[in-house]
Protein backbone atom coordinates (compact mmCIF):
# COMPACT_ATOMS: atom_id res chain seq x y z
CA UNK A 1 0.00 0.00 0.00
CA UNK A 2 1.02 3.50 -0.99
CA UNK A 3 2.96 5.48 1.74
CA UNK A 4 0.79 8.36 2.49
CA UNK A 5 2.16 12.27 2.78
CA UNK A 6 0.22 13.26 5.77
CA UNK A 7 0.76 16.89 5.35
CA UNK A 8 -1.21 16.92 2.52
CA UNK A 9 -3.54 14.24 3.26
CA UNK A 10 -6.89 15.54 5.32
CA UNK A 11 -8.46 12.01 6.02
CA UNK A 12 -7.94 12.02 9.78
CA UNK A 13 -10.57 15.29 8.97
CA UNK A 14 -12.93 13.89 6.14
CA UNK A 15 -13.94 10.66 6.81
CA UNK A 16 -17.06 9.20 8.17
CA UNK A 17 -18.02 7.79 11.14
CA UNK A 18 -17.84 3.85 10.20
CA UNK A 19 -14.06 4.71 9.80
CA UNK A 20 -13.43 7.26 13.05
CA UNK A 21 -12.24 4.73 15.47
CA UNK A 22 -9.49 3.39 14.17
CA UNK A 23 -8.06 6.93 13.04
CA UNK A 24 -8.19 8.30 16.35
CA UNK A 25 -6.11 4.73 17.70
CA UNK A 26 -3.26 6.18 14.92
CA UNK A 27 -4.29 2.81 12.24
CA UNK A 28 -5.31 5.13 9.04
CA UNK A 29 -4.33 1.96 6.93
CA UNK A 30 -7.99 -0.08 7.29
CA UNK A 31 -9.88 3.33 6.79
CA UNK A 32 -7.62 4.32 2.92
CA UNK A 33 -8.72 0.65 2.15
CA UNK A 34 -12.00 1.00 3.41
CA UNK A 35 -12.71 3.65 1.13
CA UNK A 36 -10.46 3.63 -1.87
CA UNK A 37 -8.41 6.60 -0.19
CA UNK A 38 -4.46 5.05 -1.50
CA UNK A 39 -3.50 8.05 -3.54
CA UNK A 40 -4.59 11.54 -3.20
CA UNK A 41 -4.78 14.66 -5.47
CA UNK A 42 -2.63 17.58 -3.96
CA UNK A 43 -4.96 20.23 -3.55
CA UNK A 44 -4.67 23.24 -1.83
CA UNK A 45 -7.81 24.87 -0.91
CA UNK A 46 -11.46 24.43 0.98
CA UNK A 47 -14.33 22.40 -0.69
CA UNK A 48 -17.00 24.59 0.18
CA UNK A 49 -15.29 27.39 -1.69
CA UNK A 50 -14.79 24.92 -4.42
CA UNK A 51 -18.29 23.65 -4.58
CA UNK A 52 -20.11 26.59 -4.66
CA UNK A 53 -18.94 26.40 -8.36
CA UNK A 54 -20.19 29.43 -10.80
CA UNK A 55 -23.53 27.67 -10.95
CA UNK A 56 -25.34 30.82 -8.87
CA UNK A 57 -25.63 33.16 -12.07
CA UNK A 58 -26.61 30.92 -14.78
CA UNK A 59 -30.15 31.66 -13.35
CA UNK A 60 -30.26 34.66 -14.86
CA UNK A 61 -30.80 33.88 -18.19
CA UNK A 62 -32.68 30.67 -17.43
CA UNK A 63 -36.49 30.86 -18.89
CA UNK A 64 -38.76 32.67 -16.40
CA UNK A 65 -41.03 30.08 -15.14
CA UNK A 66 -42.51 32.09 -12.13
CA UNK A 67 -43.03 30.17 -8.99
CA UNK A 68 -42.16 27.04 -11.17
CA UNK A 69 -39.12 27.81 -10.20
CA UNK A 70 -39.28 27.39 -6.65
CA UNK A 71 -41.24 24.82 -6.60
CA UNK A 72 -38.30 22.65 -8.81
CA UNK A 73 -35.90 24.02 -6.23
CA UNK A 74 -37.32 22.76 -3.59
CA UNK A 75 -37.35 18.86 -4.69
CA UNK A 76 -34.15 19.32 -6.19
CA UNK A 77 -33.16 20.52 -2.54
CA UNK A 78 -34.05 17.57 -1.56
CA UNK A 79 -32.23 15.41 -3.98
CA UNK A 80 -28.95 17.62 -2.39
CA UNK A 81 -30.38 16.67 1.26
CA UNK A 82 -30.57 12.74 0.51
CA UNK A 83 -27.04 13.21 -1.35
CA UNK A 84 -25.45 14.63 1.53
CA UNK A 85 -26.64 12.10 4.26
CA UNK A 86 -24.63 9.84 2.33
CA UNK A 87 -21.52 12.35 1.03
CA UNK A 88 -21.26 12.79 4.95
CA UNK A 89 -21.22 9.17 5.59
CA UNK A 90 -18.56 8.32 3.09
CA UNK A 91 -16.94 11.02 1.25
CA UNK A 92 -14.95 10.06 -1.64
CA UNK A 93 -14.05 11.17 -5.50
CA UNK A 94 -16.20 8.04 -7.12
CA UNK A 95 -19.18 8.72 -4.64
CA UNK A 96 -22.08 7.81 -6.58
CA UNK A 97 -21.21 4.86 -8.43
CA UNK A 98 -19.19 4.03 -4.85
CA UNK A 99 -22.09 4.09 -2.38
CA UNK A 100 -24.50 2.25 -5.21
CA UNK A 101 -21.88 -0.91 -4.97
CA UNK A 102 -21.72 -0.29 -1.10
CA UNK A 103 -24.93 -0.52 -0.64
CA UNK A 104 -26.44 -2.84 -3.09
CA UNK A 105 -27.15 -6.88 -3.10
CA UNK A 106 -24.21 -8.73 -3.93
CA UNK A 107 -26.12 -9.72 -7.44
CA UNK A 108 -26.75 -5.79 -8.32
CA UNK A 109 -23.60 -4.17 -6.64
CA UNK A 110 -21.07 -4.44 -10.08
CA UNK A 111 -23.93 -3.86 -12.58
CA UNK A 112 -25.80 -1.13 -10.55
CA UNK A 113 -22.45 0.84 -9.97
CA UNK A 114 -20.89 0.41 -13.36
CA UNK A 115 -24.07 1.59 -14.79
CA UNK A 116 -24.40 5.12 -12.65
CA UNK A 117 -20.31 5.45 -12.95
CA UNK A 118 -21.04 5.99 -17.04
CA UNK A 119 -24.08 7.69 -16.54
CA UNK A 120 -22.36 10.02 -13.57
CA UNK A 121 -19.91 10.58 -16.05
CA UNK A 122 -21.93 11.18 -19.10
CA UNK A 123 -24.04 13.41 -17.08
CA UNK A 124 -21.15 15.71 -16.55
CA UNK A 125 -19.11 15.96 -19.95
CA UNK A 126 -22.73 16.58 -20.79
CA UNK A 127 -22.92 19.46 -18.56
CA UNK A 128 -19.06 20.58 -19.46
CA UNK A 129 -20.65 20.34 -22.92
CA UNK A 130 -23.60 22.60 -22.20
CA UNK A 131 -21.48 25.21 -20.49
CA UNK A 132 -19.22 25.47 -22.73
CA UNK A 133 -21.21 25.90 -25.77
CA UNK A 134 -23.26 28.20 -23.37
CA UNK A 135 -20.14 30.23 -23.12
CA UNK A 136 -19.30 29.94 -27.37
CA UNK A 137 -22.71 31.46 -27.85
CA UNK A 138 -22.09 34.37 -25.14
CA UNK A 139 -18.83 35.61 -26.64
CA UNK A 140 -19.96 35.86 -30.27
CA UNK A 141 -23.02 37.96 -29.06
CA UNK A 142 -20.47 40.43 -27.80
CA UNK A 143 -19.63 40.64 -31.49
CA UNK A 144 -23.21 40.84 -32.67
CA UNK A 145 -24.28 43.39 -30.07
CA UNK A 146 -21.30 45.11 -30.88
CA UNK A 147 -22.04 45.51 -34.49
CA UNK A 148 -25.77 45.88 -33.82
CA UNK A 149 -27.46 42.86 -34.72
CA UNK A 150 -26.28 43.21 -37.92
CA UNK A 151 -23.78 39.95 -37.71
CA UNK A 152 -24.66 36.40 -36.41
CA UNK A 153 -22.44 33.47 -36.21
CA UNK A 154 -22.30 30.27 -38.55
CA UNK A 155 -22.68 27.22 -37.01
CA UNK A 156 -18.70 26.03 -37.93
CA UNK A 157 -17.36 29.33 -36.40
CA UNK A 158 -19.70 28.55 -33.25
CA UNK A 159 -18.27 24.98 -33.01
CA UNK A 160 -14.48 26.53 -33.58
CA UNK A 161 -15.53 28.81 -30.63
CA UNK A 162 -16.62 25.79 -28.91
CA UNK A 163 -13.54 24.08 -29.47
CA UNK A 164 -10.87 26.71 -28.87
CA UNK A 165 -12.81 27.48 -25.61
CA UNK A 166 -12.56 23.44 -24.31
CA UNK A 167 -8.86 22.96 -25.19
CA UNK A 168 -8.07 26.30 -23.03
CA UNK A 169 -9.68 24.10 -20.36
CA UNK A 170 -7.85 21.30 -20.04
CA UNK A 171 -4.85 23.78 -20.32
CA UNK A 172 -6.32 25.45 -17.44
CA UNK A 173 -7.40 22.40 -15.31
CA UNK A 174 -3.83 21.11 -16.15
CA UNK A 175 -1.14 23.90 -14.87
CA UNK A 176 -3.42 25.72 -12.77
CA UNK A 177 -4.47 23.40 -9.79
CA UNK A 178 -2.35 25.24 -7.29
CA UNK A 179 -4.37 28.28 -7.72
CA UNK A 180 -8.26 27.01 -8.21
CA UNK A 181 -9.38 28.00 -5.04
CA UNK A 182 -8.46 31.18 -5.27
CA UNK A 183 -10.01 31.14 -8.93
CA UNK A 184 -13.11 29.77 -7.63
CA UNK A 185 -13.47 32.28 -4.65
CA UNK A 186 -13.24 35.28 -6.87
CA UNK A 187 -15.91 33.92 -9.12
CA UNK A 188 -18.38 33.52 -5.96
CA UNK A 189 -17.90 36.74 -5.76
CA UNK A 190 -18.46 37.77 -9.05
CA UNK A 191 -21.47 35.75 -9.25
CA UNK A 192 -23.38 37.13 -6.43
CA UNK A 193 -22.29 40.39 -7.57
CA UNK A 194 -23.61 40.51 -10.69
CA UNK A 195 -27.15 39.36 -9.68
CA UNK A 196 -27.20 42.03 -7.68
CA UNK A 197 -25.93 44.59 -10.13
CA UNK A 198 -28.90 42.54 -12.55
CA UNK A 199 -31.05 43.28 -9.93
CA UNK A 200 -30.36 47.03 -9.43
CA UNK A 201 -29.48 48.04 -13.22
CA UNK A 202 -32.15 46.47 -14.94
CA UNK A 203 -34.87 48.80 -13.37
CA UNK A 204 -32.83 51.89 -12.93
CA UNK A 205 -32.05 51.49 -16.80
CA UNK A 206 -35.93 50.78 -17.75
CA UNK A 207 -36.48 54.44 -16.11
CA UNK A 208 -33.51 56.06 -17.49
CA UNK A 209 -34.56 55.27 -20.86
CA UNK A 210 -38.59 55.84 -20.07
CA UNK A 211 -39.23 51.85 -20.38
CA UNK A 212 -42.78 50.59 -17.83
CA UNK A 213 -41.81 48.26 -15.23
CA UNK A 214 -43.97 44.74 -15.74
CA UNK A 215 -46.59 44.32 -13.26
CA UNK A 216 -46.65 41.94 -10.64
CA UNK A 217 -49.63 40.38 -11.96
CA UNK A 218 -47.86 40.23 -15.34
CA UNK A 219 -44.29 38.63 -13.50
CA UNK A 220 -46.30 36.46 -11.49
CA UNK A 221 -49.08 35.63 -13.40
CA UNK A 222 -48.37 35.96 -16.96
CA UNK A 223 -48.83 32.79 -18.93
CA UNK A 224 -47.49 32.68 -22.49
CA UNK A 225 -47.37 29.32 -24.07
CA UNK A 226 -45.00 29.07 -26.91
CA UNK A 227 -45.37 25.50 -28.06
CA UNK A 228 -47.99 22.89 -28.92
CA UNK A 229 -48.10 21.52 -25.34
CA UNK A 230 -51.11 22.38 -22.76
CA UNK A 231 -50.71 24.76 -20.73
CA UNK A 232 -50.21 22.60 -17.32
CA UNK A 233 -47.57 20.24 -19.04
CA UNK A 234 -45.68 23.24 -20.37
CA UNK A 235 -45.41 24.19 -16.67
CA UNK A 236 -43.90 21.23 -16.34
CA UNK A 237 -41.17 21.71 -19.32
CA UNK A 238 -40.13 25.31 -17.73
CA UNK A 239 -38.70 23.37 -14.88
CA UNK A 240 -35.89 22.17 -17.00
CA UNK A 241 -34.37 25.51 -16.85
CA UNK A 242 -34.26 25.51 -12.70
CA UNK A 243 -33.08 21.49 -12.92
CA UNK A 244 -30.03 22.42 -15.51
CA UNK A 245 -29.34 25.40 -13.87
CA UNK A 246 -29.06 23.77 -10.37
CA UNK A 247 -27.12 20.48 -11.49
CA UNK A 248 -24.03 20.66 -10.59
CA UNK A 249 -23.97 20.27 -7.25
CA UNK A 250 -22.63 16.95 -7.37
CA UNK A 251 -18.89 18.50 -8.11
CA UNK A 252 -18.71 18.42 -4.37
CA UNK A 253 -18.82 14.98 -4.26
CA UNK A 254 -16.17 14.77 -7.02
CA UNK A 255 -13.73 16.52 -5.09
CA UNK A 256 -14.09 15.08 -1.84
CA UNK A 257 -10.65 13.42 -1.71
CA UNK A 258 -9.00 16.56 -2.11
CA UNK A 259 -10.83 18.53 0.96
CA UNK A 260 -9.82 19.26 4.21
CA UNK A 261 -13.03 17.78 6.23
CA UNK A 262 -14.87 16.24 3.68
CA UNK A 263 -17.65 15.14 5.92
CA UNK A 264 -18.33 18.45 6.81
CA UNK A 265 -17.43 20.89 3.66
CA UNK A 266 -19.29 18.18 1.33
CA UNK A 267 -22.77 18.66 2.52
CA UNK A 268 -22.29 22.60 3.06
CA UNK A 269 -21.03 22.85 -0.38
CA UNK A 270 -24.02 21.05 -1.97
CA UNK A 271 -26.59 22.42 0.28
CA UNK A 272 -25.09 26.42 -0.12
CA UNK A 273 -24.83 25.74 -3.90
CA UNK A 274 -28.68 24.60 -4.08
CA UNK A 275 -29.92 26.97 -1.73
CA UNK A 276 -28.12 29.96 -3.38
CA UNK A 277 -28.30 28.88 -6.83
CA UNK A 278 -32.56 28.54 -6.19
CA UNK A 279 -32.75 31.79 -4.05
CA UNK A 280 -30.88 34.26 -6.07
CA UNK A 281 -32.11 32.50 -9.29
CA UNK A 282 -35.42 33.63 -8.74
CA UNK A 283 -34.44 36.64 -7.31
CA UNK A 284 -33.10 37.88 -10.49
CA UNK A 285 -35.55 35.93 -12.88
CA UNK A 286 -38.12 37.79 -11.34
CA UNK A 287 -36.58 41.15 -12.14
CA UNK A 288 -35.60 40.16 -15.31
CA UNK A 289 -39.40 39.51 -16.11
CA UNK A 290 -40.46 43.07 -14.63
CA UNK A 291 -37.99 44.85 -16.52
CA UNK A 292 -38.11 42.83 -19.86
CA UNK A 293 -40.33 43.21 -23.43
CA UNK A 294 -43.50 41.55 -23.16
CA UNK A 295 -43.27 40.41 -26.75
CA UNK A 296 -41.82 37.20 -25.61
CA UNK A 297 -41.15 36.91 -29.68
CA UNK A 298 -38.59 39.32 -30.23
CA UNK A 299 -36.74 38.84 -26.44
CA UNK A 300 -36.38 35.00 -27.72
CA UNK A 301 -35.91 36.06 -31.36
CA UNK A 302 -33.18 38.06 -30.69
CA UNK A 303 -30.36 39.08 -33.77
CA UNK A 304 -27.84 38.82 -30.62
CA UNK A 305 -28.67 35.01 -30.48
CA UNK A 306 -29.28 35.54 -26.79
CA UNK A 307 -32.34 36.49 -25.11
CA UNK A 308 -30.38 38.29 -22.04
CA UNK A 309 -28.43 40.47 -24.68
CA UNK A 310 -31.39 41.61 -25.50
CA UNK A 311 -33.45 42.26 -22.15
CA UNK A 312 -29.94 44.37 -21.49
CA UNK A 313 -29.70 46.02 -24.84
CA UNK A 314 -33.64 47.27 -24.48
CA UNK A 315 -32.53 48.48 -20.33
CA UNK A 316 -29.36 49.48 -20.70
CA UNK A 317 -28.20 50.57 -24.53
CA UNK A 318 -25.35 49.26 -26.30
CA UNK A 319 -22.57 49.99 -24.03
CA UNK A 320 -24.29 48.37 -20.86
CA UNK A 321 -25.40 45.40 -22.64
CA UNK A 322 -21.31 44.84 -23.70
CA UNK A 323 -20.44 45.33 -20.20
CA UNK A 324 -23.31 43.19 -18.44
CA UNK A 325 -22.97 40.35 -20.89
CA UNK A 326 -18.95 40.54 -20.77
CA UNK A 327 -19.25 39.30 -17.28
CA UNK A 328 -21.84 36.75 -17.70
CA UNK A 329 -19.66 35.40 -20.28
CA UNK A 330 -16.56 35.42 -17.81
CA UNK A 331 -18.80 33.85 -14.92
CA UNK A 332 -19.70 30.96 -17.93
CA UNK A 333 -16.03 30.42 -19.07
CA UNK A 334 -15.18 29.29 -15.07
CA UNK A 335 -18.03 27.40 -14.65
CA UNK A 336 -16.88 25.08 -17.54
CA UNK A 337 -13.42 24.58 -15.72
CA UNK A 338 -15.43 24.06 -12.53
CA UNK A 339 -17.36 21.18 -14.52
CA UNK A 340 -14.21 19.95 -16.18
CA UNK A 341 -12.14 19.80 -13.27
CA UNK A 342 -15.25 17.76 -11.40
CA UNK A 343 -15.80 15.88 -14.30
CA UNK A 344 -11.86 15.12 -14.51
CA UNK A 345 -12.02 13.21 -11.14
CA UNK A 346 -14.88 11.27 -11.83
CA UNK A 347 -13.05 9.73 -14.82
CA UNK A 348 -10.32 8.82 -12.84
CA UNK A 349 -11.71 7.52 -10.33
CA UNK A 350 -13.67 5.31 -12.71
CA UNK A 351 -10.09 4.35 -14.17
CA UNK A 352 -8.77 4.02 -11.06
CA UNK A 353 -11.62 0.92 -10.54
CA UNK A 354 -11.13 -0.65 -13.83
CA UNK A 355 -14.57 0.62 -15.44
CA UNK A 356 -13.03 2.53 -18.48
CA UNK A 357 -11.77 1.20 -21.49
CA UNK A 358 -8.23 2.09 -21.18
CA UNK A 359 -7.89 2.36 -17.28
CA UNK A 360 -4.49 1.47 -16.82
CA UNK A 361 -4.02 4.55 -18.97
CA UNK A 362 -6.14 7.15 -17.64
CA UNK A 363 -5.48 6.33 -13.80
CA UNK A 364 -2.06 7.63 -14.25
CA UNK A 365 -1.33 10.62 -11.87
CA UNK A 366 1.31 13.30 -13.24
CA UNK A 367 3.86 13.92 -10.74
CA UNK A 368 5.63 16.43 -12.81
CA UNK A 369 2.36 18.70 -12.92
CA UNK A 370 1.15 18.83 -9.45
CA UNK A 371 -0.28 15.51 -8.99
CA UNK A 372 -3.13 15.98 -11.46
CA UNK A 373 -5.01 13.49 -13.40
CA UNK A 374 -3.60 15.31 -16.89
CA UNK A 375 -5.12 12.11 -18.63
CA UNK A 376 -8.49 12.30 -17.64
CA UNK A 377 -8.97 16.11 -18.07
CA UNK A 378 -7.49 15.54 -21.50
CA UNK A 379 -9.79 12.49 -22.33
CA UNK A 380 -12.79 14.21 -21.29
CA UNK A 381 -11.74 17.48 -22.89
CA UNK A 382 -11.19 14.97 -26.02
CA UNK A 383 -14.88 13.67 -25.83
CA UNK A 384 -16.10 17.19 -25.01
CA UNK A 385 -15.29 18.32 -28.34
CA UNK A 386 -16.40 15.19 -30.32
CA UNK A 387 -20.05 15.16 -28.55
CA UNK A 388 -19.85 19.01 -29.65
CA UNK A 389 -20.04 17.99 -33.30
CA UNK A 390 -23.64 17.93 -32.58
CA UNK A 391 -23.86 22.16 -33.11
CA UNK A 392 -22.71 21.75 -36.42
CA UNK A 393 -26.17 20.02 -37.29
CA UNK A 394 -28.91 22.02 -36.18
CA UNK A 395 -30.38 23.56 -33.21
CA UNK A 396 -32.13 20.49 -31.77
CA UNK A 397 -29.13 18.82 -32.09
CA UNK A 398 -27.41 21.02 -30.17
CA UNK A 399 -30.18 21.77 -27.34
CA UNK A 400 -29.58 18.01 -27.20
CA UNK A 401 -26.27 18.90 -25.05
CA UNK A 402 -28.37 20.08 -21.73
CA UNK A 403 -30.54 17.91 -21.22
CA UNK A 404 -27.83 15.51 -22.09
CA UNK A 405 -26.32 16.36 -18.97
CA UNK A 406 -29.89 16.49 -16.96
CA UNK A 407 -30.74 13.06 -17.72
CA UNK A 408 -27.21 11.30 -17.36
CA UNK A 409 -26.46 12.96 -14.06
CA UNK A 410 -30.36 12.16 -12.54
CA UNK A 411 -30.37 8.76 -13.52
CA UNK A 412 -26.67 8.79 -10.93
CA UNK A 413 -28.14 10.73 -8.22
CA UNK A 414 -31.33 8.43 -8.08
CA UNK A 415 -29.58 4.64 -8.18
CA UNK A 416 -27.18 5.38 -5.19
CA UNK A 417 -29.85 6.95 -2.91
CA UNK A 418 -32.44 4.27 -3.78
CA UNK A 419 -30.09 1.24 -3.16
CA UNK A 420 -29.51 2.80 0.11
CA UNK A 421 -32.96 2.83 0.89
CA UNK A 422 -33.49 -0.82 -0.18
CA UNK A 423 -30.03 -2.49 0.97
CA UNK A 424 -28.46 0.29 3.09
CA UNK A 425 -30.78 0.75 5.78
CA UNK A 426 -31.69 -3.03 6.43
CA UNK A 427 -28.35 -4.22 6.41
CA UNK A 428 -27.01 -1.68 8.75
CA UNK A 429 -24.32 -0.57 6.19
CA UNK A 430 -25.56 3.09 5.96
CA UNK A 431 -24.33 4.90 8.85
CA UNK A 432 -24.44 8.53 9.37
CA UNK A 433 -21.68 11.02 8.92
CA UNK A 434 -22.12 14.30 10.70
CA UNK A 435 -24.37 15.63 8.51
CA UNK A 436 -27.78 13.65 8.69
CA UNK A 437 -31.17 14.65 8.79
CA UNK A 438 -32.56 11.99 11.34
CA UNK A 439 -35.87 11.26 11.16
CA UNK A 440 -36.56 12.92 7.81
CA UNK A 441 -33.75 11.35 6.19
CA UNK A 442 -35.95 8.13 4.75
CA UNK A 443 -39.22 10.39 3.54
CA UNK A 444 -36.93 13.23 1.82
CA UNK A 445 -34.73 10.14 -0.04
CA UNK A 446 -37.84 8.75 -0.91
CA UNK A 447 -38.82 11.57 -1.95
CA UNK A 448 -35.81 12.78 -3.89
CA UNK A 449 -36.23 9.37 -5.99
CA UNK A 450 -40.03 10.16 -7.43
CA UNK A 451 -38.86 13.24 -8.38
CA UNK A 452 -35.39 12.28 -10.09
CA UNK A 453 -37.78 9.52 -12.02
CA UNK A 454 -39.63 12.27 -13.36
CA UNK A 455 -36.63 14.66 -14.30
CA UNK A 456 -35.61 11.82 -16.29
CA UNK A 457 -39.07 11.02 -18.04
CA UNK A 458 -39.41 15.27 -18.69
CA UNK A 459 -36.05 15.86 -19.95
CA UNK A 460 -36.88 13.37 -23.25
CA UNK A 461 -40.08 15.24 -24.13
CA UNK A 462 -39.50 17.31 -27.21
CA UNK A 463 -39.74 20.99 -25.98
CA UNK A 464 -41.78 22.04 -28.95
CA UNK A 465 -44.40 19.73 -28.92
CA UNK A 466 -46.02 16.25 -29.95
CA UNK A 467 -45.36 14.88 -33.10
CA UNK A 468 -41.55 16.55 -33.40
CA UNK A 469 -39.92 16.61 -36.91
CA UNK A 470 -36.36 15.92 -37.12
CA UNK A 471 -35.77 19.55 -37.09
CA UNK A 472 -37.21 19.78 -33.30
CA UNK A 473 -36.87 16.63 -32.19
CA UNK A 474 -35.29 15.74 -28.70
CA UNK A 475 -32.18 13.88 -29.30
CA UNK A 476 -31.45 13.42 -25.21
CA UNK A 477 -33.11 9.83 -25.37
CA UNK A 478 -31.01 8.82 -28.52
CA UNK A 479 -27.16 9.81 -26.68
CA UNK A 480 -28.47 8.81 -23.43
CA UNK A 481 -29.58 5.66 -24.12
CA UNK A 482 -26.95 4.34 -26.14
CA UNK A 483 -24.63 5.47 -23.73
CA UNK A 484 -26.97 3.18 -21.05
CA UNK A 485 -27.48 0.32 -23.05
CA UNK A 486 -23.89 0.29 -24.50
CA UNK A 487 -22.60 0.02 -20.49
CA UNK A 488 -24.83 -2.41 -19.88
CA UNK A 489 -23.93 -4.47 -22.62
CA UNK A 490 -19.97 -3.61 -22.70
CA UNK A 491 -20.30 -5.11 -18.76
CA UNK A 492 -22.43 -7.89 -19.12
CA UNK A 493 -19.94 -9.30 -22.08
CA UNK A 494 -16.47 -7.92 -21.09
CA UNK A 495 -16.40 -6.45 -17.81
CA UNK A 496 -17.97 -8.36 -15.56
CA UNK A 497 -14.71 -10.54 -16.02
CA UNK A 498 -12.19 -7.98 -14.69
CA UNK A 499 -14.95 -5.36 -13.12
CA UNK A 500 -15.10 -6.04 -8.90
CA UNK A 501 -16.49 -2.50 -8.08
CA UNK A 502 -14.43 0.16 -6.55
CA UNK A 503 -10.78 -0.45 -5.83
CA UNK A 504 -9.05 -0.55 -2.46
CA UNK A 505 -5.32 -0.17 -3.64
CA UNK A 506 -3.85 1.89 -6.20
CA UNK A 507 -0.47 0.81 -7.61
Known amino acids: MAEIDK ?35 QYHGSLAIDCLDSVVLYASWACWDGLGWLVASFFIM ?11 AMPTAGGLYFWTHYFASDKWRNPLSFVVGYSNTLGLVGGLCSIDYGFALMLLSLVSI ?19 TVAIHGVMATFMGRIMNHIQTVCIFLNVAL ?34 WSSGWTFMLAWLSP ?18 HAARAVPLGIILSIGLC ?5 LSLAVIAACMDQNITNVLGSAFGQPMAQIYYDSLGKSGALGFMAVVAIVQFFMGLSILVAASRQTWAFSRDGALPFSDFFRHVSK ?52 RLIWGDKTGKFRPGEFYTGVFSKPIAWTAVAYLLFAIVLCMFPTGGADPTPDNMNYTIVINGAIWIGAALYYFLFARKWYTGPKSTVS
Not at 7 to 30: F, L, Q, R
Not at 78 to 88: E, H, P, R
Not at 202 to 217: M, R, Y
Not at 278 to 282: A, N
Open 78 to 88: LVGLAMADLAS
Open 195 to 228: VVATVIALPVGNAQNGLPINSGKYVFGDVENLTT
Open 278 to 282: GILGF
Open 368 to 419: RIQYQPVRTVWGVAIIAILIGLLTLIDAAAANALFSLAVAGNDVAWGVPILC
Open 243 to 260: IWTIGAFDSCVHMSEEAT
Open 7 to 41: KHDPISESVGPAVESSVEKGDVSSDLDLLGFCYRF
Open 146 to 164: ARDGEWSASRPVIYATYLG
